[in-house]
């Protein structure tokens, strides 16, 4: 069972939202995704998208995305990617 933004650690959802608002949609309204939406099929990101979110929270958080971690249940909502940065850096 996936874990909620919330349970994944204070602050990284919120990192991981602002960074997609601020530079996949340009918007500063928190409105605009929900954190449990999917981005792909809500048209929010697509494949160059997820590649910036990767490079933004390999950055950030100082992990390394591999290959077969690249799979919709890691990274197709915010939720979905707050858990797994919390699960690799132990958050």
């Given at each position: 069972m996936a874990q909620s933004a919330q349970d994944a650690g204070p602050g990284i959802a919120d990192q991981v939202r602002d960074f997609i608002l601020e530079n996949l949609l340009f918007t500063d309204d928190r409105s605009a995704i929900?954190?449990?939406?999917?981005?792909?099929?809500?048209?929010?990101?697509?494949?160059?998208?997820?590649?910036e979110v990767i490079m933004f929270i390999e950055e950030r958080f100082g992990i390394q995305v591999r290959d077969e971690e690249m799979i919709p249940e890691n990274l197709d909502s915010v939720s979905n990617i707050a858990a797994y940065v919390a699960r690799k850096t132990g958050a």
């Open positions: 929900d954190d449990d939406e999917s981005l792909l099929d809500k048209g929010i990101i697509d494949s160059t998208g997820i590649m």
